[in-house]
C-alpha cells in the first residue's frame, strides 16, 4: 500500500529566490530533448546539432507560452480574469498539454519557415523526442501533489490527504500513469516506428493519435478539474474533448501520408 510521500516543491530554497521542482522538470524535459535530438540529427540528412539547439529556443516558449496561455482559456478563465497576476505564476502548475501543443505547432512553423523545410519535415523529427517533456511534466504534477485520479480501493492506489474531504484517501496516481503512458510507452512506439523510413506526416500523425488515446483513457481514472466538473454524460472531461480532435487528426494524417506516398509513387 503506498503513501504520497509528501515532497517539497521547492527543491531549494535561497531566500528571496526559490527553485521548484516543477521548473526544474521543464529544464530537464528539454535537456533530454536537446540530448535525443542532437543524436537524433546525426542520422537525419536534413538536421544538425545546431538546428536542434535552435529549435529547442522556439519549441521551449512554445511550451510554456501555449501551455500556460491554453490552461487560461480551456481550464479556468474565469479566476484568471479576476485574478491576472495568478497567470505568470507556474511553478504553482497549471499547465495544459494541449495548448502547448498548440503553441509548439506555431513555433514549428515559424521554425520551418526559417529553416526552409516543410513543417511535416520538422513536426516528424520532433514528434519522437517530445515523449521526454511529457515525461517529465508528469513527475513534476505528481511532486507538486496535483492532477490525481479518482478515490479508490485498488491496490494501486496511493494514500494522499484531500482538503476537501478533511482525510486520508486513496486515489489513482494517475500522473504516474500519464507519465508512463505518454512518456515511456509513447517513446518507445514512436522510437520503433520512426527507425524506418516512413512517408512525411506518419510519425506525426502516430504520435497524435497514441497521445490523444492515452490521454482519453486516463481521463476514466482522473478527477476531472473542480471547477469545470464533468460536461457531459456524468463521465466526459474536457481533457477527453480536447483529446478526440487529436486521434481523428491523427489517424487521418497517417492515412493521408501513405495514400500520397503511393500516389507518388504510382
Known amino acids: ?46 538536421w544538425n546539432s545546431e538546428m536542434v539547439g535552435d529549435f529547442l529556443f522556439y ?3 512554445g511550451v ?16 484568471y480574469l479576476q485574478n491576472p497576476f495568478d497567470i505568470v505564476a507556474v511553478w504553482h502548475g ?9 503553441g509548439v505547432a506555431i513555433a514549428m512553423w ?22 521526454f517533456g511529457l515525461f517529465f511534466g508528469r513527475i513534476g504534477n505528481f511532486i507538486n501533489g496535483e ?23 486513496q486515489k489513482y496516481p494517475t500522473q504516474l500513469l500519464e507519465a508512463l503512458l505518454e512518456g515511456v510507452v ?25 497521445y490523444g488515446a492515452f490521454r ?9 478539474d473542480p471547477q469545470l466538473g464533468y460536461l457531459a454524460w456524468g463521465w466526459l472531461t474536457m481533457g477527453q474533448v480536447l483529446s478526440t480532435p487529436m486521434i481523428l487528426v491523427g489517424i487521418g494524417l497517417m492515412i493521408w501520408a501513405y495514400r500520397h506516398q503511393h500516389e507518388a509513387q504510382s
Open 64 to 79: 510554456i507560452l501555449g501551455g500556460r496561455i491554453g490552461y487560461v482559456l480551456f481550464y479556468d478563465l474565469p479566476h
Open 147 to 169: 492532477l490525481w485520479g479518482k478515490v479508490t480501493d485498488s491496490s494501486l492506489g496511493m494514500w494522499v490527504y484531500d482538503p476537501q474531504l478533511h482525510k486520508m484517501v
Open 94 to 102: 497549471g499547465m495544459s498539454f494541449h495548448g502547448g501543443l498548440i
Open 1 to 46: 500500500m503506498w503513501q504520497y510521500p509528501q515532497i517539497d516543491p521547492v527543491a531549494l530554497d535561497l531566500g528571496p529566490l526559490q527553485v521548484h521542482w516543477y521548473g526544474l522538470m521543464y529544464l530537464l524535459g528539454f535537456l533530454f530533448f536537446w540530448l535525443y535530438g542532437s543524436w537524433k540529427a546525426k542520422s537525419d540528412p536534413h
Open 110 to 131: 515559424l521554425f520551418a519557415r526559417k529553416v526552409k523545410l516543410p513543417l511535416l519535415e520538422i513536426a516528424d523529427f520532433v514528434a519522437p523526442i517530445v515523449p
Open 216 to 224: 482519453f483513457f486516463v481521463e476514466f481514472f482522473r478527477m476531472p
Open 186 to 210: 509513447l517513446f518507445i512506439i514512436l522510437f520503433f516506428y520512426s527507425r524506418q523510413p516512413r512517408p512525411r506526416g506518419a510519425v506525426t500523425g502516430l504520435f497524435l493519435a497514441c
Open 59 to 61: 519549441g521551449a516558449l
